[in-house]
C-alpha cells in the first residue's frame, strides 16, 4: 500500500526538521517551521474528505509536533547560552577598561 502524497510531504518535513535540529541548523529550521501550516492544511483537507484514515494522519501530526516542540527547546537552549556568552564577554570588557583605567592612570 502506498502512502498518500499529502502524508508523503509530512514525513519528508519530519525528516529535513530532524536533520536541521540535530545539525543545530536554526536557519533552516525557521525556514521549515514556516512550511508546516501549508504542509498540514492538504492533509486536514483530505481528512474531512475521507480520503485519508484518522490513524495515519494522528501518527504524523503526533511525531511532527514531537519535532516542533524538540526545536523549539534547543532554539530557547541556544539562546540562552548565546546571552550567557554575550554577558561573558561584556564582563571581560569591563574588566579589561577597569584594568586600563587603572595602569594608565598611577597613584600621584
Not at 23 to 52: D, F
Not at 74 to 102: D, H, I, M, P
Request: contains cysteine; positive net charge.
Amino acid at each position: 500500500m502506498s502512502v498518500p502524497e499529502q502524508l508523503r510531504a509530512v514525513d519528508t518535513l519530519v525528516e529535513r526538521l530532524k536533520t536541521a535540529l540535530a545539525e543545530k541548523n536554526w536557519e533552516e529550521l525557521s525556514r521549515l517551521n514556516e512550511k508546516v501550516k501549508p504542509t498540514i492544511e492538504p492533509v486536514m483537507t483530505a481528512l474531512e474528505a475521507g480520503e485519508l484514515r484518522p490513524e495515519p494522519v494522528r501518527e504524523r501530526l503526533a511525531t511532527l509536533q514531537t519535532f516542533c516542540d524538540r526545536a523549539n527547546i534547543s532554539a530557547k537552549e541556544a539562546k540562552a547560552e548565546a546571552q550567557q556568552a554575550l554577558k561573558g564577554v561584556n564582563q571581560n570588557r569591563s574588566a579589561a577598561k577597569a584594568y586600563q583605567n587603572v595602569s594608565s592612570n598611577p597613584p600621584k
